[in-house]
């Protein structure tokens, strides 16, 4: 292996700037921009995992594939293989642009994706209360007929339409991970468990089966640092702290805090659900399981982060010791915890 190992785990930013710019070629152009600051970790001695969102990307296929259905009679594209989809054409975005990169630096590296799924529990309660939204508006009437028809569960979102929803179970186990520790040791940069990876369940039998669902992806890139023994948990997001009362006139950046700090600000909700919450929420999980550090920054100060100049780095405390203090119901939504 090459060096210390980091998993980086990059947002939808790093992919869609904003609403104007959400075309491939401006995708591809965003990731230039994202690969050319993992390059530079790369170039400074990182060993490299990357996991990535898809979540507007997903949105994009399943749009497309409903619309296909509407107007052509084309057959609808089940979310499981909408997640391999997005894995495998953002993968093909990130492997180009870090593979240009190296060459243009003189860097002697390989970059690999792995179509990653990740095991769920079929009896998890996330099932039964199914919280996400994906795809397009329909009309009540449409709803109810999918539902009726198709098994879908539906709900009316905020007033715009409703639209079908799914369940955000807990990752249990990733499936390739042998052969991501494999492509890692033999010094790849491997971009693994996208989105959260791909949701299935295993049978009475042990046989694998996709599921409608969404995995969190900070929750799974958590799950895969402490599987491989990251060094680094790096979560690269939109803004370039972690902060106290955030867009409030209050607003306080953190420089540093620990995972008994990170509680307290989680019980007092200085961090939104949907957003920061569940990137704090999936390093302290990660901390409490073996792990050093983690930071969290924008892509443009990474390098910065790295050196201590900016960013906010999270560290373990004297809590974990001996479990003498347990984890959340939300902290234990990340991974499996039977070690």
Known sequence: MHGRLAVVAIGGNSLIQDKEHQTIPDQHAAARETCHHIAEMVAQGWNIALTHGNGPQVGFILRRSEIAARVAGMHE?????????????IGYALQQNLTNDFQSRGIDRDVATVITQVVVDASDVAFERPTKP????????????????????VAEDAGRGWRRVVASPAPREIVELSVIRRMLDEGFVTIAVGGGGIPVIRDQHGLLHGVAAVIDKDYASALLAQSVGADLFLISTAVEHVYLDFNQPSQQPIDQMTVAEARQYIAEGHFARGSMLPKIESIIWFLSHGGNEALVTNPANIGRALR??????????LSFAGASQPLTGAELKCGTFSG
Do not use: H, K, N, Y
């Open 134 to 153: 994906i795809g397009g508006f329909m009309s009540e009437e449409d709803a109810r007929r999918r539902s009726e028809q198709d098994g879908w569960m």
């Open 308 to 317: 201590g100049e900016t960013g906010t780095r999270i560290v373990r405390d």
């Open 77 to 89: 594209v089940p979310l499981d293989v909408c997640g391999a989809d997005s894995q495998g054409a």
